[in-house]
């Protein structure tokens, strides 16, 4: 059974793979696959643009592919950055840690707490047309600190309910476990392997 993780970023790529590890699937990224695809993400909501992912990257590879869309909702700021999580700051060339810079500058005059989830859908696409879509959550809230030096994106200042941890301060094991991205996931691994045998 082979999947095409249908993302460039390392980070992403890391997770599924440790997400995805355990099962009996040949995972593949658009580097392995010789994929150079650019896929604009202009869906109204997370399972939409998850859906344009996967599907783009499956119709360009003939392979099943599997694609998630995430967002940062943050209450004070009205549910912001949400879908524009990636492309929060005007900057093109932005990295993680200015996207986080510009998110808590915007935060820093609001009373506290800063309370928060990130909210994940993962796509998958199969080459005979059929779609499928799960969907996770993690509640928590900001910290004006950086914490941790694993993760990617928001990690390094979302601090896990109950965790009382930065995303970025959990090992990846424990991270799997109650993220976002791992409650989609394990709601996809449910119906996975059927689905590409």
């Known amino acids: 059974m082979t999947l095409l993780l249908a993302t460039t970023n390392r980070g992403k790529q890391k997770e599924m793979r440790a997400l995805l590890d355990h099962a009996d699937i040949s ?7 010789g994929l150079d695809i650019s896929v604009i993400e202009d869906g109204k909501t997370y399972e939409e643009n998850a859906l344009l992912k996967a599907r783009a990257y499956c119709l360009a590879s003939g392979l099943p592919a599997l694609a998630d869309d995430t967002g940062l909702e943050v209450d004070a700021l009205g549910g912001a950055p ?16 200015d996207r986080r810079k510009l998110l808590l500058s915007k935060l820093e005059s609001m009373p506290r707490p800063w309370t928060a989830r990130f909210t994940c859908t993962m796509a998958l696409a199969l080459p005979d047309g059929r779609t499928f879509t799960r ?15 694993n ?12 965790a009382n941890q930065t995303m ?13 991205r791992g409650h989609a996931a394990q709601k996809m691994l449910e119906i996975l392997p059927d689905l590409l045998s």
């Open 27 to 33: 995972l593949l990224t658009p580097q392995d696959a």
């Open 82 to 97: 949400g879908l524009h999580s990636a492309r929060f700051s005007p900057q093109p060339d932005a990295t993680d840690a």
């Open 135 to 149: 969907h996770g959550m993690c509640e928590g809230e900001i910290t004006s600190k950086e914490l941790g030096n």
């Open 151 to 162: 993760g990617f994106g928001y990690d390094h200042i979302f601090v896990v309910n109950g």
């Open 168 to 180: 970025a301060e959990l090992g990846m094991e424990q991270k799997n476990r109650i993220s976002h």
